[in-house]
């Protein structure tokens, strides 16, 4: 079957500028995850949602950050005020119970963001 | 703190050998441990994951093998392939816990 899929691919931005990520998880799946991996490191956590609430959002770095995912499906990361410290790959996991670490996140393309 | 963390940053094989990576994590309370795979552009895809029950799990050409009482995961690919390269992470969490964490990744290079 599909597995996640995230658009764009790739997007370029200038700084100050605001960006939407969107993710589609694979169908059936109750939990949603956002991370950020920057070059040569591992991704890191960014945020989960449990259906349509966002369960935990501790892993944003500030409040120009933010995710929606109102039908409990599709979801998309906002950025404000673009900053050049946020081009990172953004990668969208999903993953089919909700809560519980014991459950495999299967993860999306991901999409590469630059801020020039 | 609680990390993961690889031993070694690159390793080279011959096609045909057998590689053997390894990982290290602090948090004693992690409960469940996954491979992921990613090649360049990609994003990271599920290889083989082990509970902290079992200590040693068998996939197809891959074994995942855990060592609780030194806190120590490795990952065997048999026969390993040029397909084989990528960076491969391994990530932690527990049964109470959702959030991966990511080790730093290990570039493996398969030379035919």
């Known amino acids: 079957g599909a597995g996640v899929s995230q658009t764009p691919s790739n997007k370029v931005t200038e700084k100050g500028k605001y960006v939407e990520l969107r993710c589609d998880p694979i169908?059936?799946?109750?939990?949603l995850y956002w991370y950020r991996q920057s070059l040569g490191q591992g991704p890191e956590f960014l945020i989960y949602?449990?259906?349509?609430?966002?369960?935990?959002d501790s892993g944003l770095p500030n409040d120009r950050f933010f995710a929606v995912r109102p039908e409990g499906s599709v979801s998309t990361l906002k950025i404000q005020r673009t900053e050049r410290g946020d081009s990172a790959m953004y990668l969208c996991?999903?993953?089919?119970?909700?809560?519980?670490?014991?459950?495999?996140?299967?993860f999306g393309p991901g999409t590469r963001l630059t801020v020039l | 703190g609680e990390s993961v963390g690889l031993h070694l940053p690159t390793l080279s094989v011959q096609e045909g050998d057998n590689s053997i990576i390894n990982c290290a994590y602090s948090?004693?309370?992690?409960?469940?441990f996954i491979w992921y795979k990613q090649e360049s552009g990609k994003g990271p895809q599920f290889i083989i994951d082990?509970?902290?029950?079992?200590d040693k799990r068998q996939g197809q050409r891959v074994t995942v093998l855990l060592n609780k009482t030194v806190k120590h995961l490795s990952l065997q690919i048999a026969a390993t392939q040029p397909g084989d390269s990528a960076v491969y992470f391994c990530?932690?969490?527990?049964?109470?816990?959702?959030?991966?964490?990511f080790g730093k990744g290990t570039l493996l290079t398969v030379n035919p």
């Open positions: 082990i509970r902290s029950n079992m």
């Open positions: 949602f449990q259906g349509t609430g966002a369960a935990d």
């Open positions: 169908s059936g799946h109750t939990a």
């Open positions: 990530a932690e969490t527990n049964g109470s816990n959702y959030k991966l964490t």
């Open positions: 996991a999903s993953s089919l119970l909700a809560g519980g670490g014991l459950d495999t996140q299967y």
């Open positions: 948090n004693s309370a992690s409960d469940y």
